[in-house]
Nanobody, 126 residues
């Protein structure tokens, strides 16, 4: 599976960006897809994920501001980011569990995801 994330850029605090992640080589349809981010000098942090059946889960730090969705026929997931804050600055990665669902207790663990795309940089200026 190859994952390609796009949509990053520079935005002022309070602004919005929409990220997308498209898969090739295997469909998204029956797997958990996650978004993670990594700020300079920090570890990889869970942002959001969506299960194949539809439920989405968010980190507390982005809840109410970020919305994740998926379009299975297009093999694409999206992350709509509103009211961005400087602390949202990071490289954002999408990740796939391959052909399986991740159990709920493990959805925030990056090691539970098998495939990773190259990240896209989001910079939020104050």
């Amino acid at each position: 599976v190859q994952l390609q994330a796009s949509g990053g850029g520079l935005v002022q605090a309070g602004g919005s960006l929409s990220l997308s992640c498209t898969a090739s080589g295997r469909t998204f349809s029956r797997t958990t897809i996650g978004w993670f981010r990594q700020a300079p000098g920090e570890g990889r942090e869970f942002v959001a994920c969506i299960r194949w059946s539809g439920p989405t889960y968010y980190a507390d730090s982005v809840k109410g501001r970020f919305t994740m969705s998926r379009d299975n026929p297009k093999n694409t997931v999206y992350l709509q980011m509103n009211n961005l804050k400087p602390e949202d600055t990071a490289v954002y990665y999408c990740a796939s569990a391959g052909d399986r669902e991740i159990i709920l207790s493990n959805i925030r663990n990056p090691d539970a995801y098998e495939y990773w795309g190259k990240g896209t940089l989001v910079t939020v200026s104050s």
